[in-house]
């Protein structure tokens, strides 16, 4: 039996008025999203039917045309005449009210799209698919909404919703949900139709939210220039940039984020950067106050964008420079324009350096964040106003010793903190030879006077250093302990073999220093004490005996000795004094009165060095020796004798040298020539390791090579490294290329 065969409008007209037209109305009274089921399976069973005949009773198109007519029909009769009064409103100044009726239509749409589209789905299932030019039953549903209702009314739904962005920005209270709903819109046409995506969000709406908040800001950061102080602005920029960003977190969609906070950060901060960070409340002051918050804002803000970083980086340079150069040249002025180590006996320079180092490190690390561009800016700041001369190097080396060596008065809370900033210091530092040199002395007279406070400290400052600078000189330092641990050993050894104390009324200690870890210098000629004698003998013999082939030389001009002294029969002290102390005293064992002249003959102690120990046993506060005449000068025939009437409280008496043995004119100048020496064999290997490399090389590019390998150790000077090239010339490691007298080449 055949089935009866349905007409077009006797079937569509059931379609439209117990499916179609019903579905729509109750979509715009709100009063049901969707059909009932009885009516939907009816009318689902009557559409396929009507789809599946054969033709020419077959109106699968013709009912595709109805749904779009359908649709077509409801836009234009209810959506366009709403919106359009809703849009008479929106001209009063009622830009809510557009807004609510633009949402509420869109939602509309997509429910009528969405029921209709499943009550048509047999023609999405075979008619679209199979149709050349024809969009699917949802697509189709938008593009009739996008060409009839969202190309005429978007840009008055842009208008409303400009307005009322730029009312919150005023700080009028707006309904973030329906300004979320109102954009929602935007977005999701795009996605509906044509699968566009963000592109219709972009191009209809974001484009010009984002020039509308640049717009506003461009009025208001002027305001706000002429007005607020640097810090007061930039807490008014971060707070409108974190609105910005809870705006579009809100209501907007998140990919206007990155383009709105550039052209509000742009109108804010990268337009009146200069102006405003050169503010007399600007980077300087807030440097100057230690405004920490304000800094740690003004990072926040610009780091954003790392490019901008330069500008602040080279304030913050030139401000630490200023700061810098005043600490110098204010500890110049105290002294005198007086350079040298001694002139600065309470460190102040040091101790401003180290102070103002901490506060600005502390500045690029909280504040800034570590971040390279600070680190740098820091860096070269320092350089530049450490480098004027050496003077730094060696206060700086005078300053580790006092902090590490035993009985210390320099005043300090954390030991560690305080190392942790000599060593950034060093870092800074171009003639690095010079601290070293002054260290390892230092170092040296603590350990062979043990003057260490504490060995943890001592280890750990070399630890610092080689992290620092590496490994080849810290080694030295390193063996210098191992020296002196090994040294220890050896005189247990020696005491069960020989008893000194028991043999020679005396204990004897000696620390035996291998050569190259310890600080060459010139052997200081000096007699052997005879009641020294047969103890060293006794040593010398027992060490040769155990390290054969070895050469053992005793030095006295280093060290430190205990002596007990009988003043009178009443008065008997132990003093605690240098080695070249303990010799004269001990002069005074065979005569009553020696002059200046006997003492130097019968101990051997070259003048330069004897009036230096010889002149702490007479000062006025110590008193162990009398001298007549009673003078700071020393000539050959003063008179010097033990003072029978000595007394102190103390049974153990430290003597005190008057100044350091290195700061004597003489010691400071055979300093200053070792280093010259050193210099000058690290320039000389550097010249032949790069000409080995290179073969030939012209004299400018050599000459900059060998600064740049050097400028780890110091600063090399061109004229330097001239000298030193003739020098090599001369002994026939390098000749001059007979084309080119600016030409060298290396002689294998």
């Not at 950060?265 to 102006?275: D, R």
């Not at 054969?548 to 008065?571: H, I, P, W, Y």
């Not at 102390?581 to 101990?603: E, G, R």
């Not at 080995?692 to 004229?719: D, G, M, W, Y």
Request: glycine share 4%; with cysteine; net charge neutral.
């Amino acid at each position: 039996m055949n089935e009866e065969i349905i007409d077009l409008e006797e079937g569509y007209s059931r379609v439209l008025k117990q499916g179609i037209q019903p579905f729509i109305g109750f979509i715009e009274t709100q009063e049901r999203e969707f059909f009932q089921a009885k009516n939907f399976v009816y009318l689902y069973d009557l559409i396929f039917k009507m789809c599946i005949q054969r033709d020419p009773y077959n109106w699968s198109e013709q009912m595709y045309e109805r749904y779009s007519a359908a649709i077509s029909h409801y836009l234009t009769e209810k959506v366009v005449p709403s919106l359009a009064e809703a849009q008479k409103k929106q001209m009063a100044g009622f830009d809510v009210a557009f807004l609510v009726e633009w949402k509420q239509k869109w939602h509309n749409q997509k429910l009528i799209v969405k029921g209709l589209s499943k009550l048509f789905m047999y023609l999405d299932r075979f008619y679209t698919p199979n149709t050349d030019g024809v969009l699917s039953l949802k697509e189709q549903g938008f593009k009739l909404y996008k060409e009839n209702v969202f190309d005429r009314f978007s840009q008055y739904a842009r208008q409303a919703i400009l307005s009322c962005v730029d009312k919150e920005r005023n700080g009028e209270e707006q309904d973030r949900h329906l300004l979320q709903e109102a954009v929602k819109v935007f977005v999701e046409m795009g996605y509906n139709y044509a699968d566009k995506k963000l592109t219709v969000y972009k191009q209809a709406l974001e484009k010009d939210l984002v020039e509308a908040a640049g717009n506003f800001y461009k009025r208001k950061s002027r305001s706000w220039m002429d007005e607020d102080s640097c810090p007061t602005y930039l807490e008014k920029a971060e707070k409108m940039l974190n609105q910005e960003k809870n705006r579009v977190e809100s209501y907007l969609n998140a990919s206007t984020l990155e383009p709105i906070t550039k052209e509000c950060y742009g109108q804010l901060l990268k337009e009146h950067q200069a102006e405003l960070l050169t503010k007399k409340t600007g980077v300087h002051q807030m440097l100057s106050i230690n405004a920490v918050d304000d800094l740690s804002r003004m990072y926040r803000l610009y780091s954003k964008y790392p490019a901008d970083l330069d500008f602040i980086a080279e304030m913050v340079l030139e401000h630490i420079k200023a700061a810098g150069g005043e600490v110098v040249d204010k500890a110049n002025a105290g002294q005198g324009g007086e350079g040298g180590p001694a002139a600065d006996t309470n460190h102040q320079l040091v101790r401003n350096l180290i102070a103002l180092h901490a506060q600005y490190n502390t500045v690029v690390t909280q504040c800034f964040d570590k971040a390279s561009v600070f680190q740098k800016a820091l860096k070269k700041a320092f350089e530049e106003f450490i480098n004027k001369d050496n003077r730094v190097s060696k206060l700086l080396a005078k300053y580790v010793n006092d902090v590490l060596k035993k009985g210390t008065k320099v005043n300090i809370k954390y030991v560690d903190a305080t190392l942790d900033n000599v060593v950034f210091l060093y870092g800074y530092i171009q003639e690095k030879d010079v601290f070293e040199r002054d260290y390892q002395l230092f170092l040296a007279t603590r350990l062979l006077a043990g003057l260490c406070e504490s060995e943890h400290s001592e280890k750990s400052m070399i630890a610092k250093l080689k992290t620092e600078c590496g490994y080849q000189w810290t080694n030295k330092l390193e063996g210098m302990f191992k020296d002196v641990q090994l040294s220890k050993e050896l005189m247990e050894k020696f005491r069960a073999h020989y008893n000194t104390e028991a043999e020679d009324d005396l204990q004897l200690d000696v620390i035996v220093c291998t050569t190259g870890y310890w600080p060459s210098g010139k052997k200081v000629p000096c007699k052997m004490p005879q009641e020294l004698g047969n103890a060293v003998s006794q040593y010398k013999k027992f060490y040769l005996g155990a390290h054969g082939g070895r050469k053992l030389e005793m030095r006295m001009d280093s060290g430190q000795a205990e002596l007990q002294v009988a003043f009178s029969k009443a008065v008997k002290r132990g003093l605690i004094l240098s080695t070249y102390q303990m010799m004269i005293l001990l002069v005074f064992n065979s005569q009553k009165v020696a002059s200046l002249q006997q003492l130097i003959d019968i101990t051997g102690i070259p003048l330069y060095e004897m009036s230096n120990h010889l002149l702490s046993l007479c000062h006025p506060k110590v008193q162990v020796l009398l001298k007549r005449p009673n003078t700071k000068e020393l000539e050959p025939d003063h008179k010097f004798m033990l003072n029978g009437k000595y007394t102190s409280q103390l049974m153990s008496v430290v003597v005190p040298l008057l100044k350091s043995v290195d700061q004597t004119p003489e010691a400071v100048a055979a300093n200053d020539k070792a280093i010259q020496l050193q210099r000058r064999h690290q320039m000389d290997a550097s010249i032949v390791r790069i000409m080995k490399t290179r073969k030939t090389l012209k004299h400018a590019l050599l000459v900059a090579e060998v600064i740049q390998q050097l400028s780890a150790r110091f600063k090399a000077q061109p004229n330097d490294i001239k000298k030193r090239i003739e020098a090599l010339i001369e002994q026939e490691y390098l000749e001059r290329d007979q084309n080119n007298r600016g030409t060298y080449n290396y002689l294998a």
